[in-house]
């Protein structure tokens, strides 16, 4: 059941995705994180912040929407707090950064690297630029300048990106992985790579709920991410173009998140090209489900004559 996603190498293809599951082992208190693959932190900012205002998590139909608003300590106080208890962590630990222009995406990324025992850090690239107001993960050349720019400072870890699913005029999501893994065609890291070690595919999907007799949007900040069952379909295909387009021949893994929540929805993911899978809405229903889905996916290996599940990576007849 181990994976290697550029070198960071899992025990098994499950990953509690960034936001999801505290900041590094909260959830150790009710499931053992033994058991699954690595734990991907919330995203980490340069400087504290409160995030939006309440309601900023809620039901939506077969999902949920959120508009957390990347609220966090801040970068100083992460390494301060949480630093020194990484290395007891009993699976890979992926340190998400996050940020509004280069210089700040550079800082957090250099001090996640500096963390003793972080295995990756992954860039969350669905934040909007402080100057022009795109998000960086929806305009391949603003992409390619900040993957460059962290490929320098990133130099212990393996470099991640989780793409954003949202994209816009010609640009689709192929463009944007390849900007991701090209980078400035500048070498770094102990892969040598010139942009990411591996891809997470995708961020939250651009939603919003209104509650008709008030006439208000259910989000204090109006508008959000939505995630869970309603997403998944639509990232299993995001998953399967990039594989197929972008990722397989540059040697560089995919790590497929949206709406599993189920072995099932995890083995589809893998079947369109994921070497991991993200679990987030998922925990919020029942934090322990990652454990019936890496049992449900041993079982299926099994079922499918494969030695490995590495060897259904792709693996879908079409
Ligand atoms: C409450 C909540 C908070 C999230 N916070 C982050 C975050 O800090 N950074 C990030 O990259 N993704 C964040 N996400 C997105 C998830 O990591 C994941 O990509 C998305 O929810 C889709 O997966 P899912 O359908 O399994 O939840 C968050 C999602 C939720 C529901």
């Known amino acids: 059941m181990s994976v290697d996603l550029g070198g960071v190498v899992l025990r098994n293809p499950v990953v509690l995705s960034a936001g999801t599951a505290g900041y590094l082992d909260e959830m150790s208190e009710v499931l053992d994180l033994a058991r699954v693959g690595g734990v991907v932190t919330k ?10 205002a309440t309601w900023r998590v809620l039901p939506a139909g077969v999902g949920m929407l959120n508009a957390v608003g990347l609220a966090n300590v801040g970068v100083e106080a992460f390494v301060e707090r949480m630093g020194p208890r990484v290395t007891g962590v009993p699976c890979a630990v992926i340190g998400s950064a996050a940020g509004f222009s280069v210089e700040e995406y550079v800082v ?38 900040l993957v460059g720019a962290v490929r320098g400072v990133v130099k212990y870890s393996r470099l991640f990106v989780k793409l954003s699913p949202v994209v816009s005029g010609r640009v689709g999501i192929s463009e944007l992985a390849r900007a991701a893994v090209e980078g400035c065609g500048v070498s770094g890291g102990p892969n040598g790579r010139p942009g990411a070690d591996a891809l997470c595919v995708a961020n939250t999907i651009p939603a919003m709920a209104i509650d008709v007799r008030t006439r208000r949007p259910l989000l204090a900040n109006v508008t959000g991410g939505l995630s869970g069952p309603a997403v998944h379909a639509a990232a299993v295909k995001l998953v399967y173009d990039v594989h197929r387009r972008v990722a397989r021949e540059a040697g560089v893994p ?45 079982r299926w290996v099994r079922s499918q004559g494969a030695s490995s599940v590495r060897e259904l990576v792709g693996a879908v007849v079409v």
């Open 43 to 52: 995203s980490i900012t340069r400087m504290p912040r409160e995030g939006n």
């Open 108 to 145: 957090v990324a250099a001090s996640l690297d500096a963390v003793e025992g972080v295995k990756a850090v992954e860039l969350n690239v669905s934040c909007p630029n402080v100057h022009g107001g795109v998000e960086f993960g929806s305009d391949p050349g603003l992409l390619r300048e």
């Open 254 to 298: 995919v790590i497929g998140v949206g709406g599993v929540m189920r072995w099932e929805d995890a083995a589809e993911m893998i079947l369109a090209g994921a070497t991991a899978v993200g679990m987030g809405t998922a925990l919020f229903a029942d934090p322990r489900s990652p454990i019936g889905v890496v049992r449900g996916l041993e």
